[in-house]
């Protein structure tokens, strides 16, 4: 830098600095000598500083309204206290001490001890508590064995044989076999499962997730729900044990019915007796067998309360009924009034007042089921080829050979409608559903008609609603569901030949029977437990074939 610049700016600067230090301290010095009195005294230092003022005011304020919120609180305390009874105030004072001055004594005392605590882990109250553990003993003898490593042979045992790693793994350690197999247990799992990590913490997520799990896992039953409706086409089912198989016979199955309040099933055949089982779909083991001598079975039934069981024979006009409370047989000899010779079918009303006895020249005859004496007789014309009641059991559907449907009133005994079952040449079978819904009528071409009840009680010529053609030959037995969703269909008269109808669609499940298999053969009789949770065939073999319907929950 040149000399002159040099000597300009440092007096500008230093110069400048000097005058204004001096023009700003002499004006004040001067103006303090020129009043004439003494030199004032210098102003205290709270007034030289402001910001020192605002920060006592404001510490000030703080513990002005500390002091309020205190008295505040002491005050809503006693207000408080003046309602609590002498005991509990007693027993606050033990456990809490008294804290009437300073309620947050406590509090300190408590955030004192855990500071404590955590500066000096080795306080006295820690020394106490291990003091207060009793001495480790020494064992009185200890087994030189019991320290040896236990030798696992991988030679002679197949399992442990694949997993040696060379051929000089003859014997392995416990310790070291045991990390092998959770080696080969990891492998195949692809690695260690959740439910095995035990370090694994549970979220809030996981521990709901899991008492679902539990709540599930504590109820029994099908844990995939249902529909309400039974959907159509394919009917999920199970071939169980035979009902009857504790007493196989070979005699033909003549009936087979479930209780209507247990969990059994009857079933009675041409060998003179009817059984009861159990059904549990495994073993279905055996309750009981009545003997019936020289009286093959044509037809045994419940009663509609289910404790006594009707049954008549082929050849006799006996009817025997079985007290099943009482174990007592009682054979019905007369019916006074009744001059059939033989009495082979009969029917049960639905509400247990009525017995209804097929007879012989096209009259059926109307019993009291409590006294079994007779009420009255209807006439048709032709045979009467098969007869059922109403849901209601307030009117009576019969049947004739000659193909017509006749719907009797119970309580008159006479005749409400009258129609020919269209395209029946013959008449065989008869069944109405137990909501009240539908009729249907088998004929001995094989075919089915539903009708709705509606139109066969107004109309003399009522259509069906479908004709079911899927058998060839005569429908000699015809069962709907108590839930009103499947229609059995069967014909004694040729092998294999049931179908299950789906209703309302009227359509035929595809996948029963299993043709290939051969095992229904000629069926006489069948019947839907109270629930529909079973379906159970009888035929000519002897055998009561028993199918679990998955569709229903419950028997």
Request: aromatic letters at 6%; hydrophobic letters at 35%.
């Amino acid at each position: 830098m040149p000399p002159e610049r040099r000597t300009r700016t440092k007096p500008d600067r230093r110069g400048g600095s000097r005058i204004d230090r001096k023009s700003h301290m002499k004006p004040d010095r001067r103006s303090r000598a020129g009043t004439g009195g003494p030199p004032q005294k210098a102003a205290p230092s709270s007034q030289r500083t402001p910001p020192a003022q605002r920060r006592a005011a404001a510490a000030a304020i703080t513990v002005a309204a500390a002091e309020e919120e205190s008295r505040l609180r002491q005050r809503n305390r006693l207000a408080l206290e003046e309602d609590k009874p002498a005991v509990e105030r007693s027993l606050e004072e033990l456990v809490f001490g008294d804290v009437e001055d300073d309620q947050d004594a406590l509090l300190r005392r408590l955030r004192g001890s855990r500071v404590q605590l955590q500066e000096d882990s080795d306080s006295e109250v820690e020394n106490e508590a291990k003091d207060n553990f009793l001495p480790q003993k020494k064992p009185v003898w200890v087994d030189e064995e019991d320290e040896d490593e236990e030798m696992i042979d991988m030679v002679n045992n197949r399992f442990r044989k694949d997993m040696m790693k060379n051929a000089s793994e003859t014997k392995l350690p416990k310790n070291k076999l045991q990390r092998r197999l959770k080696e080969e247990f990891q492998h195949a799992m692809g690695g260690v499962p959740a439910w095995a990590e035990t370090r694994k913490r549970k979220t809030s997520s996981d521990d709901e997730s899991e008492e679902d799990e539990d709540d599930l896992l504590q109820r029994t039953g099908n844990f995939i729900s249902t529909s309400a409706s039974l959907p159509r086409g394919i009917l999920k089912m199970k071939n169980c044990q035979q009902a009857n198989a504790e007493r196989p016979t070979t005699a033909q199955i003549s009936s087979v019915q479930f209780h209507p309040r247990a969990q059994v099933v009857m079933v009675a055949g041409l060998d003179n007796a009817f059984s009861l089982f159990q059904v549990d779909g495994k073993t279905n083991p055996k309750i009981q067998s009545i003997y019936l001598e020289r009286f093959p079975i044509f037809k045994a039934c419940f009663s509609a309360n289910g404790e006594e069981v009707l049954a008549t024979s082929t050849h006799s006009k006996v009817l025997y009924v079985y007290d099943m409370l009482a174990g007592k047989l009682i054979p019905v000899h007369q019916v006074r009034g009744l001059k059939e010779k033989i009495v082979r079918s009969f029917e049960v009303s639905p509400d247990g007042s009525f017995l209804l006895i097929n007879g012989i020249a096209g009259y059926s005859h109307l019993l009291t089921m409590k006294t079994r004496e007779l009420i009255g007789s209807m006439k048709i014309n032709g045979t009467v080829s098969a007869s059922t009641f109403s849901s209601d059991s307030k009117k009576i559907y019969t049947c004739s050979g000659d193909g017509e449907v006749y719907i009797w009133d119970v309580n008159s005994r006479k005749c409400l409608n009258r129609f020919v079952d269209e395209g029946s040449l013959r008449g065989l079978s008869i069944a109405a559903s137990k909501n009240g819904q539908y009729v249907a009528c088998g004929s001995g071409c094989g075919v089915v008609n539903i009708y709705s009840q509606d139109s066969c009680l107004q109309e003399t010529n009522p259509k069906p609603i479908k004709a079911i053609m899927n058998l060839v030959t005569g429908v000699t037995s015809l069962t709907f569901n108590p839930t009103t969703e499947i229609l059995a269909v069967a014909s004694k008269k040729m092998k294999e030949a049931v179908r299950l109808v789906h209703l309302p669609s009227c359509t035929v499940f595809s996948n029963f029977p299993v043709v290939k298999k051969k095992t229904i053969s000629h069926i006489h009789s069948m019947d839907f437990s109270p629930r529909s949770g079973y379906f159970a065939l009888g035929n000519e073999k002897g055998k009561a074939l028993l199918y679990r319907l998955h569709h229903y929950s419950d028997f």
